[in-house]
């Protein structure tokens, strides 16, 4: 049997991709010491999946570590390391790696973050290590406070960069190869991630709380499919997709939004505005790729300007950057905008009056 480690024993790392590795060794590495001790007790993750669409799932694996606990035998004989967790936190993940892996290390970074394979990869400082970017396009939650239990949507595989490895990409059922991911990793973002903030922060702004009701809100709906006219239209100029391939794939975005089974929150999907807003991510990147063709870019420039005014309910690093940058700075600042062009003056007014929608 082969083996697998993942870094991130969180959400997605133990009910989507331990899932998709059901068939290999499973060593879990977390931070976490509490979830570490959960998952040793349990020895196992079950998964039960949005609207019974398939029958649950258990899944074993071999061990479960923090980082303290961790030696170089851990990762002897792996196959693949899967690394799942937030952006900001690459750089410690990468600095534990390099205590334990050479560049014969096979690593797939599992987080839809700008670069996170440079970032990684950086960190670790070997060089000649392969490290390829993916996409998870599937939503998992916990089952209930307390539990390692995971509810999921149902996803059958992981796509990854299959150039990232030359000729040698690690070849496991539900890890899926991809050619040209640069173009494929934008497609997602401007469509799918995208989609997501129209309808988490015009959702959060409309006083929704769960993501299905405001994805399923009569106006927060008719500017979803606005953009996804628009942007389709752009993402096909732009890259060459098919129009009927990328209307498929935006209407796959859409069913899986609008799906009540998936139960989700509006405040899962709209923190840490600082990381969605910044030039190269999901509402600005194709805001502007709407500009450069002409179109109409009003739906992501209410986005943008909803984010802006998006409070948590809890004291985040965003209050403390509204705080010190205001809403002009960080469209400045963090966004990339010129402050003198007339989208920024648009949202910028939308910002501050409150008059979005």
């Known amino acids: 049997m082969s083996k697998a480690v993942i870094i991130g024993a969180g959400k997605t790392g133990r009910g989507f991709l331990a899932r998709l590795l059901k068939d290999q060794e ?29 029958p649950s799932a258990s899944v074993t694996f071999s061990a479960a570590y923090t980082w303290s606990d961790v030696n170089t035998e851990v990762f002897e004989n792996t196959d693949v ?15 534990e790696l390099k205590k334990y892996i050479n560049a014969d290390a096979k690593i797939i970074v599992c987080e839809n973050a700008s670069s996170p394979a440079k970032k990684l990869y950086n960190a670790i400082g ?16 916990e089952k209930e406070k307390d539990s390692i239990a995971i509810n999921s949507e149902w996803y059958p595989y992981l796509q990854f960069d299959k150039d990232a490895f030359d000729d040698d990409a690690p070849e496991i059922d539900g890890l899926r190869a991809v050619n040209n991911f640069g173009g494929f990793l934008d497609r997602k973002l401007y469509t799918y991630n995208s989609a997501s903030c129209i309808i988490a922060y015009l959702g959060a702004l409309k006083g929704y709380t769960v993501y299905s009701d405001a994805a399923n809100d009569e106006e927060i709906l008719t500017l979803l499919d606005k953009n996804y006219d628009i942007i389709n239209e752009c993402i096909c100029k732009e890259y060459g997709y098919e129009e009927k391939d990328q209307k498929e794939f935006a209407l796959l975005s859409r069913e899986k939004f609008t799906d009540k089974t998936l139960v989700d929150t509006v405040a899962r999907n709209a923190r840490e505005p600082q990381r969605k807003i910044t030039v190269t991510e999901r509402i600005v990147a194709p805001m502007l790729l709407q500009q450069k063709y002409g179109k109409d870019s009003s739906v992501l420039e209410k986005t943008l300007a909803a984010a802006l005014r998006y409070t948590p309910s809890e004291e985040t690093e965003w209050n403390k950057i509204i705080t010190e940058k205001g809403y002009a700075g960080i469209l400045c600042d963090l966004c990339g905008l010129d402050p003198d062009s007339d989208i920024a003056k648009r949202v910028l007014h939308m910002a501050e009056s409150g008059n979005i929608l």
């Open 26 to 54: 499973i060593v879990f590495i977390d931070k976490n010491k509490e979830l570490i001790d959960m998952l040793n007790n349990e020895k196992k993750v079950d998964i039960d999946f949005f609207g019974n669409k398939k």
């Open 81 to 95: 390391i899967l690394v799942s967790v937030g952006g900001t936190n690459l750089a410690d993940v990468g600095s």
């Open 126 to 141: 070997i060089d000649g290590l392969k490290i390829a970017e993916s996409t998870v396009f599937c939503t998992t939650i």
